[in-house]
């Protein structure tokens, strides 16, 4: 075979799995959907988006996990590079894309059935890359929004990298074991962070530190340089994880 990255052989992968997979891609969309004609609340959908991109994520590393599965997808005529572009395109990028699609397809059916046919004023909430924030200028309160696209899919991609990871070096319980340690990393982020407060900014009492640790970790008017470098540093982590995921793959074959 030859061994040259081929765009051909990776758009014959992805009709290969939306072939054997289309009817089963059409129920979850058309869930996914319901769904958000029930809650579109920002928040909930982005809960929907990454716990729903962690299932996706593990299934479709399922076959490498299956004995007759594992085998025929190791024999299929491409290479594992294109076999990892594959899989990020399906986990990460079009994942992404049809969440989205389906909160403004739930959205525009919420309007079409009570907007129009029942002709019920229901809020329909299309906040989903805006963040609000209140400022405080000389004692009044103002409120701001911020459009925060590319943090929630450098996010959203930083997760998926490490979901790949685990999915493919965990044999067994994978999505248990995925969350375990990316808990555990969170931990440990966790544990830095009281370090740091208590020898940077002097921070006397456990009680006080723990507070700021949790006000830290929640609130959501951090500076954009912050933010702008959260999203830097994720960009850089996830191609160094789908290049770890890329030798696990390729460990598989031996």
Not at 18 to 43: G, Q, V
Not at 44 to 57: D, W
Not at 237 to 254: G, H, T
Request: one cysteine or more.
């Amino acid at each position: 075979m030859n061994k040259t990255f081929s765009i051909k052989r990776i758009s014959l992968l992805l009709r290969r799995y939306f072939l054997e997979n289309l009817y089963r891609e059409i129920k979850f969309w058309s869930f996914i959907t319901f769904i958000f004609t029930m809650l579109d609340h920002r928040i909930f959908v982005l809960m929907v988006l990454f716990f729903s991109g962690l299932i996706y994520s593990i299934r479709i590393h399922k076959d490498l996990t299956r004995g007759s599965n594992r085998i025929h997808y190791l024999l299929i005529p491409a290479s594992h590079a294109e076999k990892v572009t594959t899989t990020i395109f399906l986990s990460t990028f079009y994942h992404f894309i049809m969440v989205y699609l389906s909160y403004c397809l739930g959205n525009l059916l919420v309007i079409l059935t009570y907007h129009y046919i029942l002709k019920m004023p229901v809020p329909v909430n299309w906040d989903l890359f805006w963040e609000s924030t209140i400022v405080i200028s000389n004692g009044v309160m103002i409120p701001q929004s911020k459009f925060v696209f590319f943090s929630i899919l450098g996010l959203f991609t930083f997760s998926q990298s490490l979901f790949m990871v685990g999915s493919l070096y965990f044999r067994k319980n994978s999505v248990v074991k995925t969350i375990t340690s990316i808990l555990g990393f969170g931990f440990g982020i966790f544990l830095l962070q009281f370090i740091f407060l208590k020898t940077l900014w002097g921070v006397k009492h456990l009680v006080n530190a723990m507070l700021a640790v949790v006000v830290s970790l929640f609130d959501f008017s951090i500076p954009d340089i912050y933010q702008t470098l959260f999203v830097i540093a994720a960009s850089l982590l996830a191609p160094y994880f789908w290049y770890i995921s890329y030798l696990l793959l390729s460990e598989k074959e031996v």
